[in-house]
């Protein structure tokens, strides 16, 4: 998935969210804001399974 | 022969940044991520921290002609944000979320030899390989 993802959304961590940003680049905070937001949802759900709520 | 030993440097440096910052600690990552349970904030501001001093530095690399040491500056093209951008992230944050690793910090800790990291960076790459299968440059 993280292989897979950083060459279909062109970056990673360091390429959209530092480097990508650092240059005001749109697509960077885009790819940043779903990569984190997709991040904390999937943390959410795994939670869910494991605390067996 | 001095680009090879500036580009040492500057990958050493970014090594030891993301080691000090805790981005190699994947239960450290999945606290951050963990915003509805118990979430550790702290690497907000490795990001923060990181962004500021290369925003910082990129206002003032781009009123030179060329950098110091390459010929030219290597900039990705400029282009809109698509479909393919947002999957591609989106799967990339599941597989953050699910491993606590990302590309770079994956990168560092093979360095530990320790098998759950080689077998994430194995898969990392095989994750590369099958897309550069599907969508060819």
Redesign the interface.
């Known amino acids: ?10 970056g ?3 390429g ?12 960077s905070l ?3 804001v ?11 759900i ?2 869910l399974f494991v605390h067996g709520r | 022969m001095r680009e090879i030993f500036v580009a040492l440097f500057c990958g050493f440096l ?1 090594g030891v940044g993301l080691l000090l910052s805790g ?1 190699t600690l994947p239960q450290k990552v ?1 606290g951050f ?5 118990a979430w550790d904030p702290t690497l907000v501001f490795v ?1 923060v921290g ?2 500021g001093v ?2 910082l ?2 206002v003032f690399i781009r009123r030179r002609q060329g950098p110091v040491v390459a010929s030219t500056f290597h ?2 093209p ?4 698509d479909g ?16 606590g ?4 910090p ?1 990168l560092v800790s093979l360095a530990s030899l320790q098998g759950d990291v080689t077998v ?1 960076v194995i ?10 299968r599907l ?1 060819p440059i």
């Open positions: 998935l993280v292989g897979f993802g950083t060459r279909l959304g062109g990673c961590t360091s959209h969210g530092v480097c990508g940003i650092s240059r005001f680049s749109l697509r885009v790819a940043t779903t990569f984190i937001g997709v991040g904390m949802l999937a943390v959410f795994l939670s | 970014f981005m999945i991520l963990d915003v509805f349970g990001m990181a962004i290369n925003g530095a990129y900039l990705p400029k282009r809109p944000v393919k951008l947002l999957c591609g992230a989106a799967l990339f944050g599941v597989g953050w979320a699910l491993a690793y990302c590309p770079g994956a994430f898969f990392m790459a095989a994750g590369i390989w099958v897309h550069n969508f």
